[in-house]
């Protein structure tokens, strides 16, 4: 992963689906529990987590405390601190007593003594964190060793302003063949050595048997609409929609780790073996490039910015 040291699964598991009620499927604790050591046993060795996740940090904390050392362990900071675990807060602060106080209510959550990574959410300015003293309160957790790397989980308007912050070494942006908006600020990552995490891999689930009900307009319609334009059911040569979603990622050489996240074994069983037949043939992934540039959805085009929960359909 760039020039962090860190040697990451190609697919990550992104833990939004652990937070608990409202989400795709709420677990109960000793189901969560055995589902996140099979995360780890099938192979993937990147986990990302939030405070803003719920119960996420907790049920990884219970799950995975006693092997520590079988993989990367990612959170973040800028958010709500104190709030219960089963409760829903997601409003953020950018101040470095609030980043301090984070980390260290994740490393009790978490049952460790560090984070491999640290990364800001909510979407702030440069100038936020700048004038909140957040990147000094994260440098001094990282000198403490508390926290290994540092990153912040962002998207445009602001990306670009984080492509030469030198502190942060990795940074997790929304990707997918349905959302390339920020394929251009991928390889500008790529080049300044940045690390690339992506999330929104599946699309938001959008090429999915259900999605002949989402409107145009909305979100999901939009990728809907985008996926019929290209074409792109023509290119799958048998394969699931899912599959050709996490391989045209994996495709992009500038992409370190692809998270998805689902709380069901037989999908994620799915989504490891689709990940282990790598990219997608060249001629496949210039096609469908081209068709997704011609049907208006090229590096820059689309007007999705979220990434929310990769959820598997």
């Keep these: 992963m760039g020039k962090t040291g860190i040697t990451a699964s190609r ?8 937070a608990g009620a409202g989400r795709a499927r709420d677990l109960g604790e000793a189901e969560a529990i055995r ?4 995360v780890v046993d099938l192979g993937i060795n990147y986990i990302d987590t939030s405070i803003d996740y719920g119960l996420s940090e907790m049920l990884i904390g219970k799950a995975l405390a006693k092997r520590r050392g079988d993989f990367y362990l990612a959170s973040k900071c800028g958010c709500a601190v104190g709030v219960a675990p089963e409760e829903k807060g997601e409003s953020h602060t950018f101040t470095g007593e609030n980043v301090i106080a984070g980390v260290e209510q994740s490393l009790r959550r978490l049952q460790t003594d560090h984070l491999d990574l640290v990364q800001v959410h909510g979407n702030p300015t440069r100038q ?5 003293g957040v990147i000094e309160a994260m440098l001094k957790l990282q ?4 926290v290994r790397q540092l990153g912040i989980s962002q998207r445009l308007p602001h990306l670009a302003q984080y492509i030469d912050v030198e502190a942060f070494s990795i940074v997790q942006v929304p990707y997918s063949a349905l959302q390339r908006t920020n394929e251009d600020a991928i390889a500008a990552l790529a080049k300044a050595g940045k690390a690339v995490v992506c999330r929104g891999v599946t699309g938001r689930g959008a090429p999915a048997k259900g999605w002949a009900t989402r409107p145009i307009g909305t979100a999901d319609g939009e990728v809907k609409s985008l996926w019929e334009k ?4 023509e290119l799958l040569d048998g394969m699931p929609r899912i599959e050709f979603m996490i391989r045209f990622v994996l495709s992009n050489p500038n992409v370190d780790v692809a998270l998805v996240a689902t709380t069901d074994e037989a999908h994620l069983a799915a989504d490891i073996a689709y990940a282990a037949k790598g990219p997608l043939d060249a001629a496949t ?10 049907a208006g959805g090229g590096a820059g085009q689309g007007k999705y910015q979220g990434g929310g929960p990769t959820t598997v359909l």
């Design 128 to 132: 936020e964190l700048e004038d909140g």
């Design 35 to 38: 589902f996140i050591n099979r």
């Design 285 to 294: 992934y210039k096609t469908a490039c081209e068709r997704l540039d011609a």
């Design 11 to 18: 697919l990550g598991y992104g833990s939004m689906e652990l």
């Design 230 to 233: 290209a074409k792109l059911d």
């Design 143 to 146: 000198k403490d060793g508390k």
